[in-house]
């Protein structure tokens, strides 16, 4: 691939001081991406804000470039590195499709993670206003043109899922549909054997959930059934690891609990740390592309757990890879006890995980199509 640079612009990949990777799906993604490019001997910066100004090296060669500014928004942080941009050769990429700025005549290619407007928050006063007058249905229609417009600002488009595609599709006259590109997210396979395959019967069965601390992920409806399943079986133990706003509740919950465990792990250690558990429960309510909770648990030979929600219904297929249920409690209840009481059951659908990441999600796969469409949008296939 002829020399070139590429820019990665997203709002805080690592932490503002530049010091050390902030958690979260979107920055393990572009961290990957960088990791990518640059081994395909670009020049790969990854652009964010800072508290102060900053550029150094970061692994595999990758330049992290930080900008304090005043108004943290997309535009002016674009402003501040453009001098680092030639137009005729270098690409941008913007970190999240809701980031994308129209900076013709610039190369772009913005990253679209999935469906991000399939729940309603009540949180500000007009969709108060607008719930009570029952007029929901002219809300979620005024999300979906805002999606569509964050959508169109950038020539090409990378999404992680076919639901957000199929969506796409419903709202559109397909136009520009040959510049869209589906890349599910990835994971790897571990050498380490899981404890599905290992240790004798009566063993404690151990759950994880790890996940952002927050309720559209699913936390707060956890805590519910992880206080259920401790009235019916003593052999659980259950570990939530990340973190996120609803940690207190997470605390406050299970302080008195022993088999209850609170703790977060590096990116860099996930298949590792997936490894130790039998079954990992991803209770997204709402808004996921192609999960990497999902997808790592999976490589990892975990029996997993997961709800119907955007792109995991591109991995899962019920009862062959893991267990696909609607986003409630007494669905998802249903599916880790089914887990829990036929352990030749959880093994199956372990194994079926791991071929599904093998052949289907790798990491080898994901670089590929990357380097792929970068070549493309550069005229270069």
Not at 191 to 205: H, L
Not at 271 to 291: C, D, K, M, Q, Y
Request: hydrophobic share 40%; glycine share 8%; with cysteine.
């Amino acid at each position: 691939m002829s020399k070139f640079k590429v820019h990665i612009f997203y709002p805080r990949v690592y932490d503002f001081d530049g010091g050390h990777v902030t958690v979260g799906g979107v920055q393990t993604y572009l961290l990957s991406l960088a990791a990518v490019l640059a081994g395909e001997g670009l020049d790969v910066s990854i652009v964010q804000f800072g508290n102060k100004d900053f550029n150094r090296k970061i692994d595999n060669d990758v330049n992290l470039v930080g900008y304090n500014l005043s108004k943290r928004q997309m535009k002016p942080l674009f402003d501040r590195h453009i001098s680092q941009i030639d137009p005729l050769n270098d690409l941008v990429i913007w970190g999240a499709d809701t980031l994308s700025v129209k900076i013709a005549p610039y190369k772009t290619i913005s990253i679209q993670h999935g469906v991000y407007f399939d729940s309603l928050e009540l949180n500000t006063g007009m969709r108060k206003l607008m719930a009570q007058m029952q007029l929901n249905v002219v809300t979620k229609l005024m999300q979906s043109f805002k999606a569509y417009s964050y959508f169109t600002k950038s020539e090409y488009k990378v999404c992680v899922d076919y639901n957000y595609l199929s969506w796409y599709r419903t709202f559109t006259s397909r136009e520009g549909e040959e510049k869209i590109f589906v890349i599910p997210n990835f994971a790897s396979v571990s050498q380490t054997p899981n404890i599905n395959f290992g240790g004798a019967g009566g063993e404690t069965i151990k759950i994880l959930i790890a996940r952002r601390f927050t309720k559209i992920r699913g936390i707060a409806v956890m805590v519910d059934i992880v206080e259920n399943l401790n009235k019916r079986y003593s052999n659980l133990s259950f570990t939530f690891a990340g973190e996120g706003e609803l940690e207190p509740l997470l605390t406050e919950r299970f302080k008195h609990l022993s088999n209850v465990h609170i703790t977060k792990y590096d990116f860099n250690d996930s298949l590792r740390f997936h490894g130790n558990f039998h079954i990992a429960v991803v209770p997204t309510l709402a808004s996921e592309g192609t999960s990497f909770s999902l997808l790592e648990a999976m490589g990892a030979g975990c029996a997993v757990v997961a709800c119907n929600i955007g792109g995991i219904n591109n991995i899962l297929l019920n009862n062959y890879n893991g267990m696909l249920t609607m986003p409630f409690a007494e669905n998802i209840m249903g599916a880790i006890e089914y887990l829990v009481n036929n352990p030749e059951e959880r093994k199956r659908v372990a194994k079926n995980a791991i071929d599904t990441i093998k052949y289907s999600f790798n990491a080898e796969r994901w670089a590929d199509s990357w380097l792929e469409v970068v070549r493309k949008v550069n005229k270069q296939a």
